[in-house]
C-alpha cells in the first residue's frame, strides 16, 4: 500500500453508562478477517457518508463546534456520522434531540496502514438513550462481543493504541478532571505530532 492513501474523515462515539455507580463503556471486537483492526475491541464508529452531509450540529456545544471547525467536513456531518455508526454497530439510538455530543480526542492513522482515517472521538451518555442499552438485536455483524465493561478492565482487552489513549482521556474525564483543548494525534504528515485542539 502507498505511503499515500487517501485519509477519510471518521467519528466514533465512546458511550459512557453510569448506573451502579461506576461508568462503563460500550465497546466490541472487529472480525478477525477485518483489513482495518482485526480482532481489536474498539467503540462503535467509521466514516463519513456522503449522506451525513450536511448534518446536524444541534447535538454539539459551541466549544465543540468551534474545535472541529475548518475542516473539509462540517461539524455536524461529523456529529450525525458518529450517531448513524452508533446504531448501525450497536443497534443504539437517541431520541431526536436529546443526544449530547462531547467532542474529546482526534487521531489521524499513521502512513503504512491499509486504511486511514481522520477519527473524531465524542463522549455521550447512556442516560437518554431511546433504545434498551442491554439490547444489541438490531445490531450489524461488524462488531461481535459488544458489552459494557468498566474503564479498568477495558483497558485489559486487545486494544489499538489510540483507543487506549482514548481510554485514558475518558478516565480522567470520569474522575473530574479537565481538558486543556482536544487531544490531537496528528500522522498526516512525515513527522507525527501532537497538539490540543483549542
Known amino acids: 500500500m502507498s505511503a499515500d492513501e487517501p485519509i477519510r474523515d471518521a467519528a466514533t462515539v465512546v458511550l459512557v453508562r453510569r448506573d451502579g455507580g461506576v461508568p462503563r463503556v460500550l465497546m466490541g471486537q472487529r472480525g478477525a478477517g477485518a483489513v482495518f483492526m482485526p480482532s481489536k475491541y474498539v467503540f462503535p464508529g467509521g466514516g463519513v457518508d456522503a449522506g451525513d452531509l450536511p448534518g446536524d450540529a444541534s447535538m454539539l456545544d459551541p466549544a465543540c463546534i ?16 458518529a450517531l448513524r455508526e452508533l446504531l448501525e454497530e450497536t443497534g443504539q439510538s437517541f431520541s431526536p434531540g436529546s443526544a449530547r455530543l462531547r ?41 461481535s462481543h459488544l458489552h459494557w465493561i468498566g474503564l479498568p478492565e477495558a483497558r485489559a482487552l486487545d486494544l489499538p493504541f489510540v483507543t487506549e489513549v482514548v481510554l485514558a482521556e475518558v478516565t480522567n474525564l470520569m474522575a473530574g478532571g479537565t481538558q486543556p483543548g482536544v487531544p490531537f494525534f496528528d ?12
Not at 67 to 81: D, F, M, W
Not at 117 to 122: G, I, K, M, N, V
Not at 187 to 198: A, E
Open 66 to 81: 468551534s474545535r472541529l471547525a475548518g475542516g473539509a467536513t462540517p461539524p455536524g456531518a461529523l456529529a450525525t456520522a
Open 103 to 143: 467532542y474529546i480526542f482526534r487521531a489521524i492513522t499513521p502512513r503504512g496502514r491499509p486504511r486511514r482515517f481522520d477519527a473524531r472521538f465524542f463522549l455521550a451518555e447512556a442516560g437518554t438513550l431511546a433504545t434498551d442499552p442491554e439490547d444489541f438485536a438490531g445490531a450489524s455483524d461488524e462488531l
Open 187 to 198: 500522522n498526516s504528515g512525515p513527522v507525527p505530532t501532537f497538539r490540543r485542539i483549542t
